[in-house]
């Protein structure tokens, strides 16, 4: 129903910047949308998530601060401004959409993912 492809990852020094996009398409009308990361033998991690107007978001208490979410909902695209990047940042990145009707502050909400875009921080 939803197709999600991020876009951005790479490699950057301990306090540099990285923008990831990422491309909506399928049954996104009124969801939320949201970003998580998975760092090797870690749990998956729900880092910020913005309500489908934009007007409401969600960050995690370790990127709080550091990074922005935000959404063009005429492009159909979401997007995490990352800014003083470390090196306990370096994971895989995935974009999520909820099912519908899902609130964008719950992880459980989240029921759609991207395949990941890698970032790595070298300190």
């Known amino acids: 129903q939803v197709q999600l492809v991020e876009s951005g990852g790479g490699l950057v020094q301990a306090g540099g910047s990285l923008r990831l996009s990422c491309a909506a398409s399928g049954r996104t009308f009124t969801r939320a949308m949201g970003w998580f990361r998975q760092a090797p033998a870690k749990e998956r991690e729900f880092i910020a998530g913005?309500?489908?107007?934009?007007?409401?978001?969600h960050y995690a208490d370790s990127v709080k601060g550091r990074f922005t979410i935000s959404r063009d909902n005429a492009k159909n695209t979401v997007y995490l401004q990352m800014d003083n990047l470390q090196p306990e940042d370096t994971a895989v990145y995935y974009c999520?959409?909820?099912?519908?009707?899902?609130?964008?502050?719950?992880?459980?909400?989240?029921?759609?993912w991207g395949q990941g875009t890698q970032v790595t921080v070298s300190s």
């Open positions: 999520a959409a909820t099912q519908a009707g899902g609130r964008f502050y719950l992880k459980y909400d989240y029921g759609f």
């Open positions: 913005i309500s489908w107007s934009g007007d409401n978001t």
